[in-house]
């Protein structure tokens, strides 16, 4: 599967992005799909994941509450919308695809990537 991801940009503290991760391929819903964020010199972390039929998702502490991730397999896609950015949300954000038969928390499942998508909140 390959993933393209958009969406990103520059927005005040306090709003809201949406980004967006369109997927090729016929067998969109057999994967886990996930978003990952990657600050300067460190590691991706898992910031929001969903499962293949949607029907599972889970978000990382620091974004309960203000990030809701959802997917349509009719379309291929996959969104996670955030509101109440706060600065320390400032990051490259990543889609991942992972078979759907492994544990969306399970970070090492995560075998397919998109480009990254910058987003800053400005304080």
């Known amino acids: 599967v390959q993933l393209q991801a958009s969406g990103g940009g520059l927005v005040q503290a306090g709003g809201s992005l949406r980004l967006s991760c369109s997927a090729s391929?016929?067998?969109?819903?057999?994967?886990?799909m996930g978003w990952f964020r990657q600050y300067l010199g460190k590691g991706r972390a898992l910031v929001a994941a969903?499962?293949?039929?949607?029907?599972?998702?889970y978000y990382a502490d620091s974004v309960e509450g203000r990030f809701t991730i959802s997917r349509d397999n009719a379309k291929n896609m996959v969104t996670l919308q955030m509101n109440s950015l706060k600065p320390e949300d400032t990051s490259v954000y990543y889609c991942?695809?992972?078979?759907?038969?492994?544990?969306?928390?399970?970070?090492?499942?995560?075998?397919?990537w998109g480009q990254g998508t910058q987003v800053t909140v400005s304080s």
């Open positions: 969903i499962n293949w039929n949607g029907g599972r998702t």
């Open positions: 391929g016929r067998t969109f819903n057999a994967y886990n």
């Open positions: 991942a695809a992972a078979n759907g038969y492994r544990s969306i928390v399970d970070v090492t499942s995560y075998a397919y």
